[in-house]
């Protein structure tokens, strides 16, 4: 597949060459990091060998969704409206995932340093660069795009199926210089410090907006009013680039339509042909402001300060470290922690799009009839719960987090340092976690559900809250690696089997819980059980010692 991208770029070598590029280098870059794609693997992914077969797994994930597009055609009677929300989708769909994986690419500094070495300018760089996320995007987009094209074959005909290839590689242009063009304007206008926070933050609003806009299909009440849908051509059909596709699409198989399609054909080809232009226009000094991120976040002795200055804390996370935690160990490890979570981007690129998925979807759950219009918005006590339980996955998500690290070698301190106290760390890890995450979270939920439920749902709300204090502990000791000490691309059962755990078990105790509710005095002595074992669990990590503390008696009498 990689030698075929390779071939049909080298069919464009002359055009390369007109813009001042070299065909030669941009066909060896780009086949180094095809291959360097083969071995790494996608994130969702990575590490498995080709034998596992995951890449071939990923796209036929992918080409069912593609089996499912084709269903559009028979929601909506008007094609260019239907093949409009096909692009639609894939725009959304790809956009995603250049945004979670390619991201890093573009601004990796690494292979700049064997680049430059030869006589290599910076349009060949940056082409090369884009080539390479093409590709990326092309896989998907094939995936996708047979299905649909299948239909369009052998059922509309021949010149809308050509139609069709041509619009899908616009979608793509569109999708990819959309997204890199973006970036591109940051380099060149944006402090380079600045530059990787603002792509990180605003990689987790994108992937919030697209989820949501994943999820909106399934709001939709009756399908039927579907039918007669038509917005290629009209006012509506201005608002996405692709129903400005769909405008192409009629202006070229139906000749006709009025100002309005041939309007949005126009923005069509204006988008995928200016967006590359301008994207070519803009890779002047590309590979000099690469290297200005270099050294962003390194620090100087002079950054440093003075002996003797005090630093200024932070009055939140001091205040709950003296409520949570003992001056010691624990204390320390709550800092630490706290101060990571705090701080570090990569932490928040991997920790709140997840956290963002659970809520989006326990508001459609809840609200999904109300949204359809097939009945009116009611909550029981089943919402109740879901509530009380969907607490588990605020603590849960960040907290296994907080064991993966882009510079997991360093966790070797944990190893080599003698702890006569151990479970300490993971204790302070803990409590950061429910004082940065859960402790918000729970005080927004239990107020809601008192407040319309009532205060005699109290019993409920402790129990829920034990609950879920519990399987954070039970998460904490089940996946027993030490802080930030693994790698984000590590897929070893033994990683993620935890998680897997406490996602079985916690349906089951929310199941419990609700059957509780109908046996006299069950909720008051499940609370106290409960609360009995959350704080038997943390009197034993804060004081159970490990092997470390026989070692350093023995060593101690000896000395």
């Known amino acids: 597949m990689n030698k075929l991208f390779v071939w049909l770029v080298g069919l464009a070598n002359p055009l390369w060459s007109r813009l001042g590029a070299d065909p030669k280098a941009i066909s060896l870059i780009l086949s180094a990091k095809l291959k360097m794609d083969d071995r790494g693997g996608f994130a969702m992914g ?87 996320i093409g590709v990326f995007a092309s896989k998907f987009g094939l995936c996708l795009g047979v299905p649909t094209g299948i239909y369009f074959l052998g059922w509309v005909g021949v010149w ?23 970036y591109l304007i940051l380099l060149r206008r944006v402090a380079p410090e600045r530059v990787k926070k603002i792509v990180g933050y605003f990689q987790i609003v994108a992937t919030f907006i697209f989820f949501i806009a994943y999820q909106l299909p399934s709001l939709v009440g009756d399908i039927s009013q579907f039918k007669e849908l038509v917005l290629v051509g009209e006012p509506l059909g201005f608002a996405f680039p692709g129903l400005w596709l769909g405008g192409l699409y009629k202006a070229m198989t139906q000749l006709g339509g009025g100002w309005m399609t041939f309007a949005q054909a126009g923005i069509a080809v204006v988008a995928a042909v200016g967006g590359l232009w301008f994207y070519v226009r803009q890779s002047r000094g590309y590979a000099d402001r690469l290297l200005a991120l270099r050294e962003v976040g390194s620090v100087t002795v002079d950054d440093l300060p003075a002996s003797g200055k005090k630093i200024k804390g932070s009055p939140i996370r001091d205040r709950l470290a003296s409520w949570l935690t003992a001056p010691n160990l624990e204390r320390v490890s709550f800092n630490f922690h706290w101060n990571v979570m705090l701080r570090d981007l990569t932490f928040k690129q991997r920790t709140y799009p997840a956290m963002v998925y659970m809520p989006v979807v326990l508001v459609i759950t809840v609200f999904r009839d109300a949204f359809t219009g097939e009945e009116a918005f009611s909550v029981g006590e089943g919402t109740m719960l879901m509530l009380l339980y969907f607490v588990i996955w605020i603590i849960v998500i960040p907290l296994g987090q907080t064991k993966v690290s882009d510079q997991y070698r360093a966790a070797w301190i944990f190893e080599a340092t003698a702890n006569p106290y151990p479970h300490r760390i993971k204790y302070g890890q803990l409590m950061a976690v429910l004082g940065m995450f859960f402790l918000p979270t729970a005080i927004l939920v239990y107020s809601v559900v008192l407040a319309y439920w009532g205060p005699s749902y109290w019993l409920d709300v402790v129990l829920g809250c034990g609950n879920a204090i519990l399987f954070a502990m039970i998460y904490n000791v089940v996946d027993s690696g030490h802080p930030f000490s693994r790698a984000k691309d590590d897929s070893k059962f033994s990683n993620f089997g935890p998680l897997l755990i406490v996602s079985l078990l916690a349906p089951l105790f929310g199941f419990g819980h609700y059957y509780l509710r109908e046996i006299p005095y069950a909720l008051p002595v499940s609370a106290v059980i409960v609360w009995g074992m959350v704080i038997g669990w943390m009197y034993w990590m804060r004081n159970a010692k490990g092997a470390a503390a026989g070692a350093m008696e023995v060593e101690g009498a000896g000395w």
């Open 46 to 132: 990575r590490q498995q060998s080709k034998k596992s077969g995951m890449q071939a797994f990923v796209y036929l994930f992918i080409a069912m969704f593609g089996v499912f597009l084709v269903m559009i055609f028979n929601l909506v009677n008007d094609v260019p409206t239907a093949l409009g929300f096909v692009f639609s989708f894939w725009m959304i769909y790809i956009g995603l995932m250049l945004i979670t994986e390619m991201s890093e690419n573009l601004f990796d500094q690494r292979d700049l340093y064997v680049l430059l070495s030869r006589p290599i300018n910076d349009l060949t760089l940056s082409l090369s660069r884009i080539l390479h």
């Open 160 to 182: 809308p199926f050509f139609v069709y290839l041509l619009l899908s590689v616009f979608t793509l242009l569109i999708t990819m210089t959309g997204t890199l063009v973006f």
